[in-house]
Each structure stands twice: as C-alpha cells, then as structure tokens.
C-alpha cells in the first residue's frame, strides 16, 4: 500500500504545503485586487455612456462595495471560525466574485450594476477575512508578521495591473471582455483552492486565538464598562469593548483619521476618469495606465512604517494628511498634457500609505498601554473605519461632482483634510517639547 502512495507523496506533500497555501492566499488577495481595479477605468463609461446616468450614480456604484464587504466580513469569519473550514467558505467566495463579475458584463440596467458592485464587496470578505486566517493557521506567530507582509504585496500589485489591464482590453475589445478575463482569473483561483489540502492549524496560534476567543467573550459582556481580569503571571488586565475603547482619544482620533483618508483616497476613483475623460479626452487605456501611478507608492509601506516606528507614528500620519490635502486641489489644475498629471497624483499615492501604515500599530500601543485584551476589537474598529470611509468617499464625490466638478471634488477633500489633520498631532508631546526647549 505504501508503495502505491510513494509516487504520489511528493504531491501531497505539496498540497499541505503551507506555501502553497500562502501562495494561494496571495493569489486570492491578487485576484480581489484585479477585480476591485478592472471596474475603476470601465464603470464611470459604463454608467454615463451607455446607461446614461450621472456622476452620483458612478459614486453610488462604487460605495456599494465597501457595502457588501462591511455585511460580509464578520459573517465569514463567524462561519470560518464555527466549522473549522478555510477552503470552502473562500469557494463560495471566489463562486460569487466570479458570478458578479459575470454580471458586469451582462447588466443592463442600474439596479444589477448595483446588485453585483455589492457581491463584489461580499466576496472581497471572504477573499481578506479567511485568506488571512489561513495564514494563522500554518504558520508560528514568530513568522506571520513577515508571511503577511509578503503576501500582502499581491494586493498592492493586483490593484496596480487592474486598472491598466482593463482599460487596454476595454479600448481594444469593449466593455464585456475585462470582466470575461476576470472571471476567468477567479475560476483559476477556485481551482486552486480546490487543489490545497484543508490547512492544518498550527498548534500555537490555533490556542493564541482560542485564548482570544476566551478574552473576547469576557469583552462582549463588558462593551460598555471595564472589568479586571488577572492573567496567567498573575498581572491584572482589563476588558475592554468597542465603546470603551471610543472613549480613548487616541483610539478616536486613528478611528477619525481612517474614515477621513480612506473616503479621500476611494473618493478618487470614480471622480478621476471622468474628468480625465471630460478634460483631455483621455481614453480608458490612458486612464489605467494613469492609474497605476498612483498606487505604485504604496510598495514604500515598509520604509514609512520604519520611519514611523524610529520618528513617531502621529507625526507620520499628520504629515500624511496634510501631504494629501495640499496635493488634492493640485490634481484639479488645467494642465497642458494629461500625463502632468503623473507627478502630484504620486504624491497623492504616497500620502495614503503615510497616514494609514502607521494607524494599526498605533492603536495596538494604545490597548497594550492600558493593560487591555482588546487587540481582536481595536483592529475591527479600523476594518469598520475603513469601509465606512470607502462608502462616503465616492458617493460624496459622486455628488460634489454633479455640482461643480473635479476641482469641487479635491478642494472639499482637501478641505476636510486639513480640519482632521490636527487630530493625529500629539499635542501633549510638542507643548513639552517647546516647554523643554524654551529652558534649554
């Protein structure tokens, strides 16, 4: 019998690989970010040209997303976590972005534009939700934080070849066939899904998110009040829930500066084609390639999130918004060329990784700092943030647009920008900085 087995053990070994599995879930998070990108170039067409609608209903369309994916996320990892199974909720997932992407090609009315922009959303849930459990699974917790920044750059480049990719194939071939080529590319990842085997948890971080579990179950019973709870060592920590953590300013203010950058930066995505289109008659091709200018910063996230550790996260993060609210109204300005605008829309890219990588662990210090067991809370407090921020951002700018344009769209982010930037200085620190200064 072992003998029968032997040929075939070196491809099952492959299969419970957990680098297969991490180079799965890599794909996975690709395959979300391609499809989240292919639509940025071809749905403002879509909706204007041959559906004939408005800027409103462009940034409608896009929210509708962060819609989808705000429902879904806790309802993935509740299933995940109940039934001990990666691999078939992360199916039904892919399963769905494959059908809603379908259904791009084939809507013809605003309503199932809407219906699959939302389907979108929820199987980007699964897509973030299990793919990153599975990673939990597989690999020590001494390792994950490395495995998770390595994969995590999958997204960062799907993001950049969607929009390019679907803006070349729309010009050549039409508005159906960038949809094609992503449920083609979604039927892939389903088949590599299929083909890893159902991750075997790791022992240490399968008991780390046991224990969690245990301490979020206390959280839940105390989400407006804090309670003490004594450790293992005998040293007193402190149940804390969402609200509680509200309460904290710091907490509050990286809550306030997420929803604020996210809602700028998602803001642009359904405003900037259209006025590249209206403005320089740019194409869908010329548009993607744009595009991709302003994602390419956020591979320097490693190098801010050094700074920020060595220079102070807040000060980053300022620094960040105020980067983002100076550059937004530049990118309004009449140029002679469209590509001029390259330049200040790579500032803009580089502003969000700015205010955004040093927000998690900040907000992590804080729960460490007050002795809390709230990691699991804080950390769905900046997921909740962020999708809120991807909702309001295009449908705000779908709005402002229909008023008075791109150049109302930047100036009102910018705007809003420069209100909130206070919020992320530490104040506390610069008024003894000055004090100690002003004595030296």
Request: proline residues 5%; charged residues 10%; glycine residues 10%.
């Amino acid at each position: 019998m072992a003998g029968n087995d032997q040929p075939w053990s070196w491809w099952n070994r492959l299969r419970r690989s957990k680098y297969s599995v991490a180079s799965v879930v890599a794909y996975t998070l690709f395959t979300d970010m391609v499809v989240y990108g292919v639509v940025i170039p071809v749905l403002p067409l879509l909706v204007i040209e041959r559906l004939h609608g408005d800027s409103r209903m462009v940034g409608l369309l896009f929210g509708c997303y962060a819609f989808g994916l705000l429902l879904s996320t806790p309802v993935f990892a509740i299933l995940s976590d109940k039934y001990e199974n990666r691999r078939y909720p992360m199916m039904f997932g892919l399963i769905g972005m494959a059908v809603s992407t379908l259904a791009f090609a084939k809507a013809d009315t605003y309503f199932w534009l809407v219906v699959a922009r939302m389907a979108q959303g929820v199987s980007g849930g699964a897509s973030w939700t299990i793919g990153l459990g599975m990673l939990a699974d597989v690999f020590p917790k001494e390792r994950l934080g490395t495995v998770m920044g390595t994969v995590l750059t999958a997204h960062t480049f799907g993001f950049a070849v969607g929009p390019p990719l679907a803006g070349w194939i729309l010009e050549y071939w039409g508005y159906a066939v960038p949809f094609y080529v992503c449920a083609v590319i979604a039927a892939v990842n389903f088949l590599a899904i299929l083909w890893i085997s159902e991750p075997e948890k790791h022992g240490g971080v399968k008991a780390a998110i046991r224990e969690q579990e245990d301490q979020l179950g206390a959280e839940e019973e105390q989400v407006t009040e804090t309670t003490p709870l004594v450790s293992d060592q005998g040293k007193t920590k402190t149940a804390i829930g969402m609200i509680g953590l509200l309460k904290n300013w710091r907490i509050m203010s990286c809550v306030l500066c997420v929803v604020i950058s996210a809602s700028v930066f998602s803001g642009i995505e359904p405003a900037l084609p259209i006025y590249l289109k209206e403005q320089y008659g740019a194409s869908s091709s010329t548009t993607g390639f744009i595009f991709v200018f302003m994602v390419v910063p956020a591979f320097l996230s490693p190098v801010i999130g050094y700074l920020s550790d060595n220079y102070g996260r807040k000060s980053i993060s300022a620094a960040g918004l105020i980067t983002m609210a100076v550059i937004s109204p530049v990118l309004a300005l009449k140029y002679s060329s469209v590509y001029q605008i390259i330049p200040p829309l790579m500032i803009f890219g580089l502003s969000s990784p700015m205010t955004l990588t040093p927000i998690l662990p900040e907000m992590g210090e804080v729960v460490h700092e007050i002795g809390g067991a709230a990691y699991a809370q804080v950390y769905a407090l900046y997921n909740m943030a962020f999708s809120t921020g991807m909702f309001f951002g295009p449908v705000a700018a779908g709005f402002l647009m229909e008023l008075g344009g791109f150049f109302t769209v930047m100036a009102a982010f910018g705007v809003a920008l420069l209100v909130c930037s206070p919020i992320m200085v530490d104040w506390q620190g610069l008024w003894h900085y000055i004090m100690s200064s002003r004595r030296n």
